[in-house]
Structure formats: C-alpha cells, structure tokens
C-alpha cells in the first residue's frame, strides 16, 4: 500500500491509538471476514466524531491491498457497509468575535500578525505560509504566488524522534496565485524589512528569503504557530472556532473584504 509521508504518519496513529487498544481477538488475515471488521470499527466509534470513518478508510485500503496482492482469495470489504465520512462543522467567527481577535494579535508582542491574517485573510494553510519566501510577493501587483509549502518530513515517532522540516512543492489546484489585502501587503512589506535589516547586521546569519522568521532567526514551525494562537484565543473566549493554527483559515471569509482596505477601516466598521 503506497502512501506518501504525511499521510503515513496519520495511518500511524490511527493504527497504535485507535485500532490495536481495541483489538480483542487477533484472527489470521484469511479470517478477518466482514463481520470482524464491522465490529471492529463499530468498537472505535467513540473514540472521536471521524473516528468510524477514519477506521473503516484505512482497514478498506489494507484488504484491497492484501487482495490485490494476492493475500486473499475473497475480497471481504465488499461486504462491509459503506461509512460516510463526517460533514465538517466549520463556525466562522461573529463580526464581534473577530474584532476582539484582531485586536488581540494586533497587539501580540510575539510578532505573529502576519501569520494570522495571511489565514484569516487570504486563506493559506501553516505549511503554505511558512513556506513563504520574498519570491513568492510582488508588492506592485500585490499578488502572492503559493506553489510550496514548509513541512515536516513524513517520518514515524519510532523512525525519529525529532522530524525535520522542509519545503515541499505544491501540485494540483494549490498552486496559485491572487492579490491580497492593502493591510497584508504592508505586513509583508515590514517583516521582510524587518528579517533584512537583521540580516544585515548579522552577516554570520543565513538568510534564505522567509518571511516567517522566529525569534531564534530560523524558519518558524508549526508547533510555533500553535503555541501563538493558545493564549490570543484564551483571553477571549471559553469556547469558540478552533484552538489550532491551522484552523484560522476557516473562520473568516477573505472575499467579505476588499483588496482596497485596511485593517483599521475592518475594525472600525465592525
């Protein structure tokens, strides 16, 4: 069964954190018939709201798999009853709840603003906006051209303890290019300022044209990105939309704002 990294890292998981805990009986794979599998997934159920479908997708690949190759004689997952997958339950922020977030990175001194409003605003998952790089802008057209992102390396926990970053190519619909926001562009315009004029100064520093740049002047992570958004989203609520970064870009409509504004005009029309 061939999967690419990222994606073998999340069978990973659902095999050692959902399936094997509830494994009672242990048959040989001819005798894996679509009763134990049913039951099987029937038993992670309450695990989590995707937890089913999750299950029955990969035990479904792993008998084609071992059918297509020749380990079984029957294809038993013909037998088992289709599992749809969970509509997602997207809540986009209030207009008042957005007003209270922009204000509060606004005012975050850890200097992550322009990571959240290249999600909120302009949609781009972590990878994408990590991936960033000065190449990727043209502050005269105020066009973003997304065809990379910034990744971890599919590696398993078991393989190394301490996955790599780097930058992978886009392929497909994500790689695109669209303007953005008058108030995203000088965002961009003074991080990279910003991550230059350092450079400048530190000659011993390499700068590889990001513009997500940490505080330890390397490419920022997405264990970063987390962290930043657990107090912001603390302050202001006790329940909301998502407590993850990667969860910014599906709270907020970019098209609800025009390229023509700016962050105060959103703010003070609110």
């Not at 048959?27 to 997934?41: F, G, K």
Request: proline share 6%.
């Amino acid at each position: 069964m061939s999967t690419s990294g990222s994606t073998k890292v999340k069978y990973h998981w659902i095999i050692y954190h959902i399936i094997l805990p509830r494994v009672t009986a242990d048959p040989l794979l001819p005798y894996a018939d679509a009763e134990y599998i049913e039951n099987l997934i029937e038993s992670c159920r309450n695990y989590c709201a995707s937890a089913e479908y999750a299950v029955y997708k990969l035990l479904y690949r792993i008998l084609y798999s071992a059918w297509n190759q020749g380990f079984l004689e029957i294809y038993p997952a013909a037998d088992i009853t289709e599992h749809k997958e969970p509509k997602s339950s997207l809540r986009i922020y209030t207009k008042e709840q957005l007003k209270l977030f922009l204000n509060a990175i606004h005012e975050d001194p850890y200097a992550h603003r322009l990571e959240f409003l290249l999600a909120l605003f302009c949609g781009l998952r972590p990878g994408e906006i990590l991936g960033l790089t000065y190449n990727n802008f043209d502050s005269s057209t105020q066009t973003l051209n997304i065809h990379k992102q910034y990744t971890k390396d599919g590696r398993l926990p078991s393989e190394s303890a301490d996955p790599k970053y780097s930058c992978k190519k886009l392929e497909g619909e994500r790689y695109r290019s669209f303007q953005i926001p008058d108030f995203v562009c000088e965002e961009l315009v003074l991080r990279q300022e910003k991550n230059m004029c350092f450079f400048r100064t530190h000659p011993d520093k390499k700068d590889n044209g990001n513009f997500c740049i940490s505080s330890r002047w390397k490419v920022k992570t997405l264990e970063t990105l987390n962290q930043c958004v657990q107090p912001v989203y603390c302050s202001l609520y006790s329940s909301g939309p998502r407590k993850t970064f990667h969860g910014q870009r599906d709270c907020q409509r970019p098209d609800e704002y025009p390229c023509k504004s700016s962050i105060f005009r959103i703010l003070q029309g609110m």
